[in-house]
């Protein structure tokens, strides 16, 4: 079993910046990920990074703008986000598993959640 805490989050202006943070407890996992759930809206894939830190995976709209990046010490993953839109407005969760190659932004691929953090673009 993986129980994972999330931290950071918060409200921010359009155009500003945010880090969001999840340290992990538990059984071992290949990947950790990022998803972001707005209301009304499904799950969505943001980031996802392997322990190794050399296989990192991003959704379209956060190519550019985000960064995954794990510190295993620490068992964590951090997401900073830059360049901040309304459009990002979400519910934004950490999750660990072992994701099939080329599924690794997709929900079902994740065993374990946290409990979400809220992120709010004026």
């Known amino acids: 079993h993986v129980q994972l805490v999330e931290s950071g989050g918060g409200l921010v202006q359009a155009g500003g910046s945010l880090t969001v943070d999840c340290v992990a407890s538990?059984?071992?996992?290949?990947?950790m990920a990022w998803f972001c759930q707005a209301t009304g809206k499904e799950r969505e894939g943001v980031a996802a990074?392997?322990?190794?830190?050399?296989?990192?995976a991003y959704a379209d709209s956060a190519k550019g703008r985000f960064t995954i990046s794990r510190d295993n010490t620490r068992n964590s993953v951090t997401l900073q986000m830059d360049r901040l839109k309304d459009g990002d407005t979400a519910m934004y969760y950490c999750?660990?598993?072992?994701?099939?190659?080329?599924?690794?932004?997709?929900?079902?691929?994740?065993?374990?959640w946290g409990q979400g953090t809220q992120v709010t673009v004026s």
């Open positions: 999750a660990a598993g072992q994701p099939r190659v080329f599924r690794r932004l997709y929900a079902d691929q994740y065993a374990y």
């Open positions: 538990g059984d071992d996992y290949d990947y």
């Open positions: 990074i392997h322990r190794g830190g050399g296989v990192v």
